[in-house]
């Protein structure tokens, strides 16, 4: 007779299975769009940049906080933006509390001699975090179009050129460009964020824009209609992702976006552990959180397709998937007992299979969305292959932390916007190691994720004792990721 604790666990971890399961076949869906997506190329209506009367006035924003390593060349590559001059204006909204504030200011006076039209703001509090400097700036922006870049991404020269014209259509509130990756082949650590990036931005950003669901603008890389801005009820701060926010409330309010994928916008990706665990806490919480917010505004709304609803609400649960992903993976070991302990009932173990079909879906996905930007052929299939178990066992090896954040953000507790620290790995070489902004703290979660390395080497040893070998992949990809996790969390700090 199978105990009620065993019908529990075996209830929990079957809903986590099928619940990933849909979520990949959403991926799938997405998938096809995508790729319906290439072979129908759709115009849009463009300003003609070369009469005058068409060109509008666009303010540049530039959210920074203790940038010193990275200020600097922020501003020169974003004063080489082409534009007409008496069209343009840039604002550093500079809310840093370090001795960066005078290295700024002393670049945006030699700037400003240069003719550009470029202010230095700074506040006396930090009220809102990026999206209060934002709201700060709007409220003086002379721009009918407002970009934005953080200080990690360079734009290249011809960016607005590129992007403003889209906004002939009064309809359009948001065109979004691709990011690129500065130092994507540094580590095996920046590899894995520029392919789940890469995934995001093809995949499911163009899947969902080339059918009219809601997309997000992204923080960054982006530019904004200030009347869509403001007609969606401006910058709030109440979530962590405040791009996501503001997103849905203006697509709620029927106004339209756009994303270029052959538009790319590089940027640094978090280098070391602590910087990648803060930015992914802050985009999985953030994430919970904007559920949350909108899941009955989206549901609600009237005039939404269901389609469009349903893909809304998986979109805002993406980083749930993670407590799945979570859920799954502790239960397997006790569902391993359990298997071997009641072997009337074999059969309802088979719905792993959904987890292992799950996955195929995703490397089908990736793979169609990775070859775009990397090429085909069996040499990049190759790498692509190494890359995508290398990507999947890590991305289980931070799904401690993020159910975390998950958990957090669903049940309403509030935390700081914590930024990402800047490295300028590229131009520093070796003397990023002295940055004064990286975290020494080792994360509260890190001892966790030791024993939950233990733990899944344990679940190596009862597959073994039972000679079960069925679970052996996840387990060897799980104890992997969470051994990635705890010994990086000991470099750098």
């Known amino acids: 007779m199978i105990s ?71 501003l020169i590559q974003v004063s080489k933006l082409q534009y007409p001059s008496d069209k343009l204006e840039i604002q550093v909204l500079d809310d840093s509390t370090d001795d960066s504030v005078i290295q700024t200011s002393k670049l945006v006076h030699q700037i400003a001699q240069t003719g550009i039209a470029i202010k230095h703001i700074t506040r006396t509090n930090r009220i809102g975090f990026k999206a209060g400097a934002l709201k700060e700036g709007l409220a003086i922006a002379k721009g009918e179009f407002i970009a934005i870049f953080d200080a990690d991404f360079l734009p290249e020269k011809d960016w607005l050129l590129k992007t403003v014209p889209y906004f002939k259509n009064d309809k359009i509130g948001v065109v979004q460009t691709r990011w690129g990756h500065l130092n994507k082949k540094y580590s095996i650590l920046t590899k894995i964020q520029a392919f789940a990036l890469d995934a995001h931005f093809t995949l499911e950003q163009v899947g ?9 603008f992204n923080g960054t890389a982006g530019i904004w209609r200030k009347k869509c801005i403001l007609d969606a009820g401006n910058w709030e701060s109440d979530t962590l992702t405040e791009d996501l926010d503001l997103s ?59 389609k469009t609803k349903l893909h809304g609400l998986l979109h805002l649960l993406n980083s749930s998937m993670f407590l799945c992903i979570f859920t799954m993976a502790v239960l397997s070991i006790p569902v391993l007992f359990i298997k071997n302990q009641y072997s009337h009932i074999s059969l309802y173990f088979d719905i792993m299979v959904f987890f292992i079909v799950t996955s195929i879906i995703f490397f089908i996905c990736y793979w169609n969305t990775y070859k775009v930007i990397e090429g085909k052929g069996f040499v990049n299939f190759s790498k692509y292959t190494g890359l995508f178990f290398t990507f999947y066992s890590i991305a289980m090896g931070f799904s401690f932390q ?73 387990h060897l990809m799980l104890i992997f990721g969470f051994s990635f996790v705890f010994f990086n969390s000991f470099k750098n700090t």
Do not use: C
Request: charged share 20%; aromatic share 16%; net charge positive.
């Open 4 to 74: 009620t604790l065993s019908y529990i666990i075996l209830i929990i971890y079957s809903i986590a299975i099928l619940l990933i399961f849909l979520y990949g076949l959403a991926q799938l869906n997405l998938l096809f769009n995508y790729l319906k997506s290439k072979k129908i190329r759709k115009k849009h209506e463009q300003f003609d940049f070369t009469n005058p009367n068409e060109i509008p006035h666009i303010t540049i924003q530039l959210p920074i906080y203790n940038e010193k390593y990275v200020v600097e060349r922020l």
């Open 208 to 216: 969902r824009n080339s059918k009219l669901h809601f997309i997000n």
């Open 248 to 306: 849905y409330r203006a697509q709620l309010k029927k106004w339209e976006f756009i994303f270029l994928e052959d538009v790319v916008t590089p940027a640094e990706l978090p280098a070391i552990l602590s910087a990648a665990r803060s930015q992914q806490f802050r985009w999985n919480k953030g994430g919970a959180e904007n559920f949350v917010k909108m899941k009955h505004r989206v549901m609600n709304s009237t005039s939404l397709p269901l």
């Open 402 to 474: 993020n159910s975390i954040a998950v958990l957090e953000g669903l049940f309403g507790k509030k935390s700081e916007f914590i930024r990402t620290p800047k490295l300028n790995i590229e131009a520093l070489k070796e003397k990023w190691k002295e940055n004064s902004y990286i975290s020494k703290k080792i994360s509260k979660y890190t001892i966790f994720e030791g024993l939950l390395m233990l733990y899944f080497l344990f679940g190596l040893i009862a597959g073994y004792h039972f000679n079960d070998f069925a679970l052996y992949p996840f």
